[in-house]
């Protein structure tokens, strides 16, 4: 079956330096994938999506990169803040037409000042 | 106003009584979704409606059941609520189409079940 792995549940930085998150798959090939945030006690927010065809994608200090060869995808923040303190989620679309999004279990990123 | 909402945010129950849980969603979109998280699990999905006539079981779908009112209403019913059915639910929302799926979410309901 499908499986979704983020390698670390937890990862401690400095602010100032990059943190770099790991979502690793296997048993399928997505056609896309997608990274959410999530502050305690709060519902998931989407931050970027990128697709089997693209290497790469950035949204202002995020970058993700996705490497179908490896199964895997690579978040980064470059310059972290405090305030980039949060579980981060990713997702792939369904193995099949008609089913939902798979999430994986997160990585909670904290960044110390 | 919120896209999604969740009625109610925090509801305490005890064992064996029937609740359900309600979300409403403005963005009109046709998909829907309940997901339940408990820490270190990560998000379960329950159900999921990809539009008013269909309803499709997640992966921990017994113990509960869902109705779709509406396109903009899904709601999710324990019947009859038990301790290790504590834990926060998410209702999420998407559209079809794009091509992406990608999920709009609620503010959560904390449930606890006495």
């Known amino acids: 079956s499908q499986k979704i792995e983020q390698n670390s549940e937890a990862l401690n930085i400095q602010e100032g330096k990059t943190a770099t998150l790991t979502c690793n798959y296997t048993?399928?090939?997505?056609?896309?994938l997608q990274w959410y945030r999530q502050d305690p006690g709060r519902g998931p927010v989407f931050l970027l999506l990128i697709r089997e065809n693209e290497k790469e994608k950035r949204k202002e200090r995020l970058k993700v990169t996705f490497d179908t060869t490896l199964k895997q995808s690579l978040f980064h923040i470059t310059a972290s803040q405090p305030a980039d303190s949060a579980t981060y989620l990713c997702a792939l679309d369904g193995p099949q037409a008609g089913t939902a999004l798979i999430f994986g279990k997160g990585t909670t990123l904290s960044v110390s000042s | 106003d919120a896209d999604v909402t969740q009625t109610p945010r925090n509801r305490i129950t005890k064992t064996g009584k029937r609740i359900m849980l309600e979300c409403s969603q403005t963005k009109g979109h046709d998909r829907m979704y309940w997901y339940r998280q408990d820490p270190g699990l990560g998000l379960q999905l329950i159900y999921y409606s990809f539009d008013v006539k269909d309803i499709n079981k997640g992966e921990i779908s017994d113990g509960y059941s869902v109705s779709r009112q509406a396109q903009a209403k899904f709601s999710l019913s324990l019947e009859s609520a038990i301790p290790n059915q504590t834990a926060l639910y998410f209702c999420?929302?998407?559209?079809?189409?794009?091509?992406?799926?990608?999920?709009?979410f609620g503010p959560g309901t904390r449930l606890t079940v006495l």
């Open positions: 048993n399928y090939s997505p056609a896309y």
């Open positions: 999420a929302t998407s559209v079809s189409g794009s091509g992406t799926d990608t999920q709009y």
